[in-house]
């Protein structure tokens, strides 16, 4: 398991039954990096993985 696996569960536990828009999560991840600059690069890519997942499908 990954470090990251925790923060994910404990996301899964507390937030995992909620309905949210695609808008709402960027401006979370928005918020996000203005208050934690240094995981801009990290943030980012996720977005874009996350933006560009279905092609794959195609």
């Known amino acids: 398991m990954y470090f ?4 994910l569960e404990e996301l899964e ?7 949210v828009t695609l808008s709402w999560l960027a ?9 934690n600059p240094e995981f801009e690069n990290a943030v980012e ?3 874009t993985y996350l933006a ?5 499908d195609e």
């Open 4 to 7: 990251t696996d925790r923060g």
């Open 13 to 19: 536990e507390r937030r995992g039954d909620e309905e």
């Open 27 to 35: 401006a979370k991840m928005r918020a996000f990096v203005d208050a």
């Open 45 to 47: 890519r996720l977005a």
């Open 52 to 56: 560009r997942d279905d092609e794959d």
